[in-house]
Nanobody
Framework: QVQLAESGGGLVQAGGSLRLSCAASVRAFGGYGMGWFRQAPGKEREFVAG????????DYIDSVKGRFTISRDNAKSTMYLQMNSLKPEDTAAYFC?????????????????WGQGTQVTVSS
C-alpha cells in the first residue's frame, strides 16, 4: 500500500511563493508517474501538473505554465511543486497523486494513490 503525504501549504499574498512536497511511503517511488491536482470550493478537482517516473517529461495546465514547476527526487521518494507568482485564483486544496504506471496523466481516474491534500490560500 502506497501512502502519500503533502506538506507546504499555507497562506500567502498574491505574488508570493510556496513549495509543496509530497512524500511517498514506497521504495520503488521511481516506478510511478505522479501528478498534482487541486480543488477549489464548489469546483471539480483539476489537474495541475504531471511528471514521468524519471522526471524527464512534465506537463502543466496553461494557467500555471511559467509560474509552477513540478519535480521529483526518487532517492528521497518525494515530489515537489514550486509555485511562484501566486494568484488568488490558485487558492485550493492541492493533492498529490500516484499512478501504477510510469507516466503522468491529466485524468484523475488514472491515479491509484492520493494524499490527503494541503490547503493553499492566496490573498489579494
Amino acid at each position: 500500500q502506497v501512502q502519500l503525504a503533502e506538506s507546504g501549504g499555507g497562506l500567502v499574498q498574491a505574488g508570493g511563493s510556496l513549495r509543496l512536497s509530497c512524500a511517498a511511503s514506497v521504495r520503488a517511488f521511481g516506478g510511478y508517474g505522479m501528478g498534482w491536482f487541486r480543488q477549489a470550493p464548489g469546483k471539480e478537482r483539476e489537474f495541475v501538473a504531471g511528471i514521468s517516473w524519471d522526471g524527464a517529461t512534465t506537463d502543466y495546465i496553461d494557467s500555471v505554465k511559467g509560474r509552477f514547476t513540478i519535480s521529483r527526487d526518487n532517492a528521497k521518494s518525494t515530489m515537489y511543486l514550486q509555485m511562484n507568482s501566486l494568484k488568488p485564483e490558485d487558492t485550493a486544496a492541492y493533492f498529490c497523486a500516484g499512478a501504477r504506471h510510469s507516466w503522468w496523466s491529466r485524468a484523475a481516474s488514472e491515479y491509484t494513490y492520493w494524499g490527503q491534500g494541503t490547503q493553499v490560500t492566496v490573498s489579494s
